[in-house]
């Protein structure tokens, strides 16, 4: 009985300790490799963004910096992290991915430094965002859509079955008070994503 009581009393301390970890608890570096707290944003509406600049879905910085200019000032930030594991399609510094941004989508919101989101060099604070949000599917009536599955599947008949990241521009919605809301693929429709927003920021 004894040892019972021992079992469940470490299974709830050590269940407390892994939900008490909170988005706000992370550190990333900025694309001038000096140290930014999450905490920073805390009491923001938060999209943290894994992008790529010579990626299919590299228009959406258009939709994303629309997203910007309507909700700043109500309280929405997006965090944008470069990564270069799906196909090589951030293959720059972070200076230049950030001078190519700025030229071709007058990007105005945080580009922070380049990350893994994937893989035994992932960032913690990507590990912790796919376990609160795992992967759902894509939307198979979005043009690259069905073809993404199509080649995830044959490079892993199982691919859906993990949380990990599968594209470029996954999207992570964050909550004013550091609740991992929603978890979005490259092919869901930003009005979806911008639905969330609104009603995030009303809260």
């Not at 021992?6 to 570096?29: G, H, R």
């Not at 965090?79 to 007058?106: K, M, R, V």
């Amino acid at each position: 009985m004894k040892n019972l009581l021992l079992y469940l009393t470490l299974n709830v301390l050590i269940m407390s300790t892994l939900n008490a970890q909170n988005i706000y608890d992370f550190t990333v570096k900025n694309r001038k490799g000096d140290d930014v707290q999450i905490s920073e944003y805390k009491g923001k509406v938060l999209l943290i963004v894994n992008t790529a600049t010579r990626c299919g879905f590299t228009p959406q910085y258009t939709e994303l910096q629309n997203l910007y200019d309507k909700y700043a000032d109500k309280g929405f930030e997006i965090l944008d992290f470069p990564c270069n594991q799906f196909g090589e399609q951030a293959p720059g510094s972070n200076e230049e991915i950030h001078d190519f941004c700025t030229l071709n989508y007058s990007i105005k919101f945080p580009q922070l430094g380049k990350l893994n989101v994937n893989g035994d060099n992932e960032h913690p604070l990507f590990t912790f965002l796919k376990k609160q949000k795992p992967f759902e599917g894509f939307d198979l009536n979005h043009p690259i859509g069905k073809i993404l599955e199509d080649m995830l599947r044959k490079q892993d008949p199982d691919y859906d079955k993990n949380p990990s990241i599968k594209w470029n521009f996954t999207k992570f919605l964050i909550a004013k008070d550091g609740t991992v809301v929603r978890r979005y693929e490259p092919t869901q429709d930003i009005a979806d994503v911008e639905k969330d927003i609104i009603q995030e920021i009303n809260k």
